[in-house]
């Protein structure tokens, strides 16, 4: 069996385990692997998760970043591994990161409402209200099949863009 063969069969299995519940086991196997190969994105992407999947928020960090920085990701996994890194920044306080790694990830992945939810909250922890509810109102009018709000669709989106126009109306 070649190099090729033995890093997918293990990255499987690590896979595997993870899925099985046994995220211990697939983290102590996935460092190996990620020690082994520092280089491989989608190590580090399943390293990433499988410490995030024990709550070692920080350790995910850097094997997101070194995922992100290679090559090799499906598309799938890439999203995936920017909605970790901003989703762990945001759990870990660090409100900026997680907001600029979120709007990296949307620059990507323009029209793709989980990174725009997970942003939304990122933007509120840093103070950021009247973007994040702009945010939302604009994903809630586009992906709404609620005939209600597809009714006001058009009011919803205008008022994104101009949370305190009744507001400046009344002055």
């Given at each position: ?157 205008h008022y994104a ?11």
């Amino acid at each position: 069996m070649n190099s090729d063969h033995r890093r997918d069969a293990a990255l499987a299995q690590a896979m595997q385990l993870r899925e099985q519940g046994h995220a211990d086991q697939a983290r102590e196997q996935l460092m190996v692997l990620a020690k082994r190969s520092p280089e491989d994105a989608e190590i580090a992407y399943q390293t990433a998760w499988a410490h995030d999947v024990l709550g070692l928020e920080a350790e995910a960090v850097p094997f997101y970043e070194r995922a992100l920085g290679g090559a090799g990701l499906t598309e799938e996994d890439r999203h995936g591994a920017f909605l970790g890194l901003g989703s762990t920044h945001r759990v870990l306080g660090r409100y900026k990161l997680a907001v600029q790694n979120l709007g990296r990830a949307l620059e990507e992945f323009p029209d793709d409402l989980a990174l725009q939810a997970f942003l939304a909250m990122a933007l509120y922890n840093s103070g950021e209200g009247r973007q994040a509810v702009r945010l939302l109102l604009r994903a809630l009018a586009a992906s709404s099949s609620d005939r209600r709000v597809q009714d006001y669709r058009r009011a919803i989106e205008h008022y994104a863009d101009d949370l305190d126009s009744l507001q400046q109306e009344g002055k």
